[in-house]
């Protein structure tokens, strides 16, 4: 109201204590953590989904490999990568931060696109029935291994082990 001009003379919301009389406290997350896995575990985890054959092994591995969210690899266009540079760039639309993101490639990414490429579609991963991978599809692979974490806790790895070991 002081702000807007509605209101004359000192601001009572910068006297100490009346603020937080009337406003809620701030609520903090309530629906917990993602489970993860812990990092030095992920290597030998890696093992077990590269063998098996299946489009959403891979694209978990992908999602590993870049640290990115399960939303950004599913809707991945080949439009947005670069295998010469091994850059990928995720469009500001597609990203939660609404910023452009850029992805450098390891080696293996790079090869993992390279044995999706052949299929000629827009995706990077494509459902075997047309169009990009089912959201689902890394969960009930999880699911299907006994493994008791997210997809999305395979970023808390990688943000542990960034702050642990390098």
Same mark, same amino acid.
């Given at each position: 109201?002081?702000?807007?001009?509605?209101?004359?003379?000192?601001?009572?919301?910068?006297?100490?204590?009346?603020?937080?009389? =009337? #406003?809620? +406290?701030?609520?903090?997350?309530?629906?917990?953590?993602?489970?993860?896995?812990?990092? /030095?575990?992920?290597? *030998?985890?890696?093992?077990?989904?590269?063998?098996?054959?299946?489009?959403?092994?891979?694209?978990?591995?992908?999602? =590993? #490999?870049? +640290?990115?969210?399960?939303?950004?690899?599913?809707?991945?266009?080949?439009?947005?990568? /670069?295998?010469?540079? *091994?850059?990928w760039t995720v469009p500001a639309s597609r990203m939660k931060a609404g910023k452009e993101h850029r992805v450098p490639l390891s080696a293996r990414a790079v090869e993992i696109l390279k044995s999706t490429q052949g299929l000629r579609k827009e995706w990077l991963f494509p459902a075997s029935k047309g169009g990009s991978l089912s959201g689902m599809?890394?969960?009930?692979?999880?699911?299907?291994?006994?493994?008791?974490?997210?997809?999305?806790?395979?970023?808390?790895?990688?943000?542990?082990?960034?702050?642990?070991?390098?």
């Open positions: 109201a002081k702000a807007r001009g509605y209101r004359e003379g000192e601001n009572p919301a910068r006297w100490r204590g009346h603020i937080a009389q =009337i #406003l809620p +406290a701030r609520s903090r997350l309530t629906r917990g953590h993602h489970k993860a896995m812990a990092y /030095d575990a992920i290597p *030998a985890f890696v093992c077990a989904i590269r063998a098996r054959e299946a489009m959403a092994a891979l694209a978990l591995e992908f999602v =590993i #490999l870049t +640290a990115t969210r399960t939303s950004e690899v599913l809707g991945a266009t080949w439009a947005e990568v /670069d295998l010469d540079k *091994a850059i599809a890394m969960s009930m692979l999880l699911r299907r291994m006994n493994v008791d974490v997210t997809v999305h806790g395979f970023r808390s790895g990688f943000r542990d082990w960034s702050a642990e070991c390098t």
